[in-house]
């Protein structure tokens, strides 16, 4: 039996949706605290620390897999180390991610001291299983990498949609600042939708647009009708800028991006429209022919219709998470 550990939000419903359909059973320890889609060190570690989590007891037996999500599954790793939950045939944990190397010497310091034999993960990047592997001593074969997908609320908009503004969007691992200083002698309207905790200032310049919090409808709205889809990452970090990407995938928008491995796994690296993390002068260049050079916006366009078509192939996205859990 499949038990899969879901946090209040219900997030990644494409896989608990398909794993159910062919028999796991959900289980939710906690109850939901607010509407807020993003959620600061405060808020995990309280998820962390939860005794709602004792209500794991009598779940699962020694022959069941369990599939836990989010960073509940570093807490319930440890009350299974310790004997106060049962060791499942397997515990795939899903959706821990890390974006300070001060935060991941401590967590890689955890999962060393809770590991067992049983224990796995599912990776959204390259670079997490690599940490996995290397530094936290988890086996290979118990390290899964997934190509996240997702049907994300909203829908795609009017493929020619074209107000020449810049869009940029999302909490995690974002060089805002960067971003701004790029576009700051640029003609166009700088759109931002990021969340409360990115901490921005107000605006420089007048040109530029801050929305905090959006709701997703509106979020792919303003998207969809940009010109070009700005995404300034930091080098640092694991899985991000994945739910974002989807959404550039599926309006089919040109895109410059900083080159981060998170990217790569669905653009490829030769993708025309990367530069370099922290390099003010080539986002600035990069955002500038884009908006002014018609046919290399439809080159970039091109590409990211091509890493469309690539995605759509892989299949259902619980296929690949069941096939982790029965290997």
């Known amino acids: 039996m499949i038990h899969i550990l879901q946090t209040p939000s219900g997030s990644y419903r494409d896989i608990t949706e398909y794993l159910v359909s062919r028999g796991a059973r959900v289980h939710t320890l906690r109850k939901p605290t607010n509407g807020a889609r993003f959620h600061g060190k405060g808020a995990i570690l309280r998820t962390m620390l939860s005794p709602s989590l004792l209500k794991a007891r009598g779940l699962w037996t020694s022959q069941d897999v369990v599939l836990a999500i989010g960073w509940q599954a570093l807490s319930l790793q440890a ?14 944990a899903l959706a821990c991610f890390v974006h300070g190397r001060r935060a991941r010497g401590v967590i890689n310091a955890l999962w060393r001291a809770v590991r067992t034999p049983s224990l796995g993960f599912v990776t959204f990047s390259q670079g997490e299983s690599r940490n996995l592997i290397e530094q936290c001593g988890i086996a290979p074969e118990n390290v899964h990498f997934h ?16 107000d020449g503004s810049i869009f940029a969007g999302g909490y995690s691992n974002r060089d805002y ?4 200083s790029a576009a700051a002698d640029l003609p166009a309207p700088l759109v931002i939708v990021a969340s409360e905790r990115n901490g921005l200032a107000a605006p420089a310049s007048e040109r530029t647009r801050i929305h905090l919090d959006l709701p997703e409808s509106e979020f792919e709205a303003l998207l969809a ?11 640092q970090g694991e899985a991000c800028g994945q739910s974002v990407l989807l959404r550039v995938l599926r309006n089919g928008k040109p895109m410059i991006a900083t080159r981060h491995e998170s990217i790569e796994a669905y653009l490829a690296p030769d993708y025309p ?12 260049a990069a955002l500038s022919r884009a908006l002014t050079d ?15 078509r690539r995605l759509d192939n892989q299949g259902e996205p619980g296929a690949d998470i069941e096939r982790f859990l029965l290997a």
């Open 177 to 180: 600042e960067l971003l701004q």
């Open 147 to 162: 190509l996240w997908r997702q049907d994300l609320d909203g829908r795609a908009q009017d493929p020619n949609a074209d």
């Open 225 to 235: 009708r940009s010109r070009v889809v700005a995404m300034p990452l930091r080098s």
């Open 294 to 308: 018609p046919a290399w916006r439809a080159q970039l366009a091109s590409s990211i219709a091509d890493a469309a």
């Open 79 to 92: 009350l299974i180390k310790l004997g106060v939950l049962p060791r499942p045939a397997k515990f795939l």
């Open 273 to 284: 429209g990367f530069v370099p993390p922290g390099d003010v002068a080539a986002m600035r």
